[in-house]
Nanobody, 123 residues
Framework: QVQLVESGGGLVQAGGSLRLSCVAS????????MAWFRQPPGKEREFVAA????????RYADSVKGRFTISRDNAKNTVYLQMNSLKPDDMAVYYC????????????????WGQGTQVTVSS
């Protein structure tokens, strides 16, 4: 079993920045992809960004390209999401997710999920 704990959420003004962190513990899968998803108020959860096992490959939702950066530090069992130029539309609960197996695409299913961290963006 893998436990994922997110942190770094909070209230920020539009145009500001936040850095989310997700620490994994338990049965660590440093060889597999990790991702960030978000769920805006009243909407379904959506993909934000993903990173492969060594950080050499990343994917982003069109809505965050050029503003968000995903990275990972396997020595610390941690994945990060640097969010710049935040917009009110970015307001959501952000979830960290990890896999327990290899899949060729960074999109698609993830097996483990954190509890989420709230990001609020004021206009």
């Amino acid at each position: 079993q893998v436990q994922l704990v997110e942190s770094g959420g909070g209230l920020v003004q539009a145009g500001g920045s936040l850095r989310l962190s997700c620490v994994a513990s338990g049965r660590i899968f440093n060889n597999y992809a990790m991702a960030w998803f978000r769920q805006p108020p009243g909407k379904e959860r959506e993909f934000v960004a993903a990173i492969n096992w060594n950080g050499g490959l990343t994917r982003y939702a069109d809505s965050v390209k050029g503003r968000f950066t995903i990275s990972r530090d396997n020595a610390k069992n941690t994945v990060y999401l640097q969010m710049n130029s935040l917009k009110p539309d970015d307001m959501a609960v952000y979830y960290c997710a990890s896999r327990d197996r290899f899949r060729s695409s960074l999109y698609g299913s993830y097996e483990y999920w954190g509890q989420g961290t709230q990001v609020t963006v004021s206009s």
